[in-house]
């Protein structure tokens, strides 16, 4: 069969194709054969194909196949026989892998189709950990070895970033599984957090975070070394506004799982002030969670240790007889984000609601903030302030 026929399958077996199916079938054939078929077909070419176009095709669609059906879709021998074929692919062992002698591939082009090929199988097991949660820990076992070759200095920066981006992803959907990787992984995530390049310290910094997140005791010995590998990406030195915003998330994370363990002191004055988010808005909610629970539920002590800067809203307060200084962002900035249309409505409301509490509290300070600024903003934070 030659590439361009085989091409087609990849068409005609889509996720669309089967919802067509089942919905339109004559009763010969139900919705699970079909499914059944078309996986067959996926699976017998990951390892059979010698076309790595084909191969990589064939990995996105059984991925968007797992994202519109689910784990619980495919009968539990055709996840192992698509764990295997992965398997095979990340041990470079499938048919498409293999060089024949005198071939007349341009190394160049190759390198490209290698490259495309693992983004592709890469990205399989995100599906996979999204599917199964915490029960892909098992199968994950399996993959783990195979994927870090990818991540050794030998290789290319895209084949570590790969690597890191694709845990980052399992490491946020296979919840707690994840500590019993960190000490392999946290080495790895902080060299690149140093990268040269900005897509590496993004994925980076993502992976970090995730793995604050779900990696329990085992990842909070590196909080320390997490933060000071994010310091520099907060700088101006840091070119890249996504790679900021993710160190913002990291953070986030970091404060909400753990906030007894970061030196708010030193952490915040360096956190709030990149806020709002440019770029990544994906990180927004994690990001105005954390700030939302900063300015809502701490502690006076925690308030205590929050930063006074003169952009910010400057008020002394009386908090339990004792004084401290009112802590918060600068509203002119913050507020940006309640006008934004890259943010969603529930993080408009976490800002808001944040807004509005601190409202609550020190009304009287707070009045020249909706003064002066620009309409918008102030009706935007006005439509969270309760009329009483």
């Known amino acids: 069969m030659h590439g361009h026929t085989k091409r087609l399958v990849v068409t005609l077996y889509s996720a669309d194709t089967i919802s067509m199916?089942?919905?339109?079938?004559?009763?010969?054939?139900?919705?699970?054969?079909?499914?059944?078929?078309?996986?067959?077909?996926?699976?017998?070419?990951?390892t059979e194909d010698d076309d790595k176009e084909v191969v990589a095709n064939e990995c996105m669609s059984i991925a968007d196949v797992i994202k519109d059906y689910g784990y619980m879709a495919l009968e539990p021998y055709k996840y192992i026989r698509l764990v295997d074929a992965t398997l095979t692919l990340l041990r470079e062992e499938s048919a498409c892998q293999q060089l024949e002698n005198g071939s007349d591939v341009d190394d160049e082009d190759d390198t490209e189709h290698d490259e495309i090929l693992m983004d592709a199988v890469s990205d399989l097991l995100p599906e996979f950990a999204k599917s199964m949660g915490c029960h892909f820990a098992p199968l994950f076992a399996r993959l783990f070895e195979p994927l870090m070759k990818f991540a050794k200095a030998s290789r290319p920066p895209q084949d570590r970033t790969m690597v890191v981006a694709c845990l980052a992803e399992v490491a946020q959907d296979m919840g707690d599984p994840i500590a019993g990787y960190v000490d392999r992984l946290m080495p790895l995530v902080l060299k690149e957090l140093a990268s040269s390049s900005a897509t590496n310290r993004r994925n980076a910094a993502f992976c970090a975070g995730e793995l604050a997140k779900n990696g329990g005791e085992s990842a909070l010995k590196y909080y320390n070394d997490i933060l000071r590998g994010l310091y520099p990406l907060f700088g101006e030195s840091e070119?890249?506004?996504?790679?900021?915003?993710?160190?913002?998330?990291?953070?986030?994370?970091?404060?909400?799982?753990?906030?007894?363990?970061?030196?708010?002191?030193?952490?915040?004055?360096?956190?709030?002030?990149?806020?709002?988010?440019?770029?990544?808005?994906?990180?927004?909610?994690?990001?105005?969670?954390?700030?939302?629970?900063?300015?809502?539920?701490?502690?006076?002590?925690?308030?205590?240790?929050?930063?006074?800067?003169?952009?910010?809203?400057?008020?002394?307060?009386?908090?339990?007889?004792?004084?401290?200084?009112?802590?918060?962002?600068?509203?002119?900035?913050?507020?940006?984000?309640?006008?934004?249309?890259?943010?969603?409505?529930?993080?408009?409301?976490?800002?808001?609601?944040a807004f509005s509490h601190l409202l609550s509290l020190y009304r009287q300070d707070m009045q020249p903030i909706l003064i002066n600024h620009p309409p918008a903003h102030a009706n935007a934070l006005a439509a969270f302030v309760p009329n009483s």
Not at 35 to 44: E, G, P
Request: net charge neutral; with cysteine.
């Open 21 to 46: 199916f089942s919905t339109v079938h004559d009763g010969s054939m139900k919705a699970r054969e079909v499914l059944d078929m078309v996986m067959n077909i996926y699976i017998k070419t990951m």
């Open 239 to 353: 070119p890249d506004d996504a790679v900021r915003d993710n160190a913002a998330g990291v953070v986030s994370r970091m404060i909400m799982v753990h906030p007894q363990s970061i030196p708010l002191n030193q952490v915040l004055p360096v956190f709030l002030r990149v806020l709002p988010l440019k770029e990544d808005h994906e990180e927004s909610l994690a990001v105005y969670n954390c700030v939302s629970m900063l300015v809502c539920h701490l502690t006076p002590r925690y308030l205590s240790l929050l930063p006074y800067r003169d952009e910010n809203l400057c008020a002394l307060v009386s908090l339990k007889k004792q004084t401290h200084i009112l802590p918060w962002l600068n509203f002119r900035e913050v507020s940006k984000v309640l006008v934004s249309p890259a943010e969603t409505s529930e993080v408009k409301a976490q800002v808001g609601g």
